[in-house]
T-cell receptor
Framework: GEDVEQSLFLSVREGDSSVINCTYT??????LYWYKQEPGAGLQLLTY?????DMKQDQRLTVLLNKKDKHLSLRIADTQTGDSAIYFC???????????FGSGTRLQVQP | DSGVTQTPKHLITATGQRVTLRCSPR?????VYWYQQSLDQGLQFLIQ???????AKGNILERFSAQQFPDLHSELNLSSLELGDSALYFC???????????????FGPGTRLTVL
């Protein structure tokens, strides 16, 4: 089955860029998503990318997809303390009914 | 606010007991998903319902069951609870039909279950 992996922790200084990485195993994955989970809250969809795209930019967020290496990254420009949260990547595949989530990367932003 | 509501927010109970978690999806969403988030297992898909029918099962234990009612709200029933069932249980809803290419799911705030 699908396996999605992420590093567990990332610490950056306020104002720097953050890059959160994710790898997945199923080359049939069609959509890849980034969710954010703040303490005590549910998951909030940040952005997504379709598998035929290499890059997607949305304000401070840039998603890069390397389909050959099955590698996905989320770059947050000008990281703020409010960006401190757990970030999950997830993958879906045509015909598959649920998302497969990575273990989440805890982003800590130092003031 | 995602529009998905879950009750209760917190639940503390003892081993061997049975609890029911409730979820109301966003207006218009026919799909409801249940996930379990624990420290050691991460975020695990449990089960999906679409318009009242079970459509997919993930890592759901036999002690757990769910249903979706005609008004589309869903309940997750957990019985013979064990210490290891302590976790955050999330409900998510989606407007897309099962198997659709794009599957944006909106998550509720979760129910934190503590089994003592």
């Amino acid at each position: 089955g699908e396996d999605v992996e992420q590093s567990l922790f990332l610490s950056v200084r306020e104002g720097d860029s953050s890059v959160i990485n994710c790898t997945y195993t199923d080359s049939s994955s069609t959509y890849l998503y980034w969710y954010k989970q703040e303490p005590g809250a549910g998951l909030q969809l940040l952005t997504y990318i379709f598998s035929n795209m290499d890059m997607k930019q949305d304000q401070r967020l840039t998603v890069l997809l390397n389909k050959k290496d099955k590698h996905l990254s989320l770059r947050i420009a000008d990281t703020q303390t409010g960006d401190s949260a757990i970030y999950f990547c997830a993958a879906s595949r045509e015909g598959r009914r649920a998302l497969t989530f990575g273990s989440g990367t805890r982003l800590q932003v130092q003031p | 606010d995602s529009g998905v509501t879950q009750t209760p927010k917190h639940l503390i109970t003892a081993t061997g007991q049975r609890v029911t978690l409730r979820c109301s999806p966003r207006s218009g969403d026919l799909s409801v998903y249940w996930y379990q988030q624990s420290l050691d297992q991460g975020l695990q898909f449990l089960i999906q319902y679409y318009n009242g029918e079970e459509r997919a099962k993930g890592n759901i234990l036999e002690r757990f069951s769910a249903q979706q009612f005609p008004d589309l709200h869903s309940e997750l029933n957990l019985s013979s609870l064990e210490l290891g069932d302590s976790a955050l249980y999330f409900c998510a809803s989606s407007v897309v039909a099962p198997g659709a290419l794009y599957n944006e799911q909106f998550f509720g705030p979760g129910t934190r279950l503590t089994v003592l």
